[in-house]
Nanobody, 121 residues
Framework: QVQLVESGGGLVQAGGSLRLSCAAS????????MGWYRQAPGKQRELVAT???????NYADSVKGRFTISRDNAKNTVYLQMNSLKPEDTAVYYC???????????????WGQGTQVTVSS
């Protein structure tokens, strides 16, 4: 069993900050790339940020300079630090990870349950 558990979502005023966490647990052999996605009501799910196993990062243009993705490999955890939040950032945020379980020789794509982020003005 492998699962991703997210935390850190909530309500925040525009201009505020929030940090999301997502911890992977279970029968994990290795974790490759990890990322954060979000989906606002009536919109497509979009990629927010990714981070490779080596620490290389990529961001959506809409969050560059405001969000920072990081990971702690010792804790199998990925973080998303969100600063200068805007109402347009309101969405359900999902973490994603390419994880190779101990019982298989290839990576699987795993998703967290999602955490709501609401930014008020």
């Amino acid at each position: 069993q492998v699962q991703l558990v997210e935390s850190g979502g909530g309500l925040v005023q525009a201009g505020g900050s929030l940090r999301l966490s997502c911890a992977a647990s279970g029968s994990i052999f290795s974790i490759n790339a990890m990322g954060w996605y979000r989906q606002a009501p009536g919109k497509q799910r979009e990629l927010v940020a990714t981070i490779t196993s080596g620490g290389s990062t990529n961001y959506a243009d809409s969050v560059k300079g405001r969000f920072t993705i990081s990971r702690d490999n010792a804790k199998n955890t990925v973080y998303l630090q969100m600063n200068s939040l805007k109402p347009e950032d309101t969405a359900v945020y999902y973490c994603n990870a390419d994880i190779q379980p101990t019982w298989y020789n290839r990576g699987y794509d795993y998703w967290g349950q999602g955490t709501q982020v609401t930014v008020s003005s």
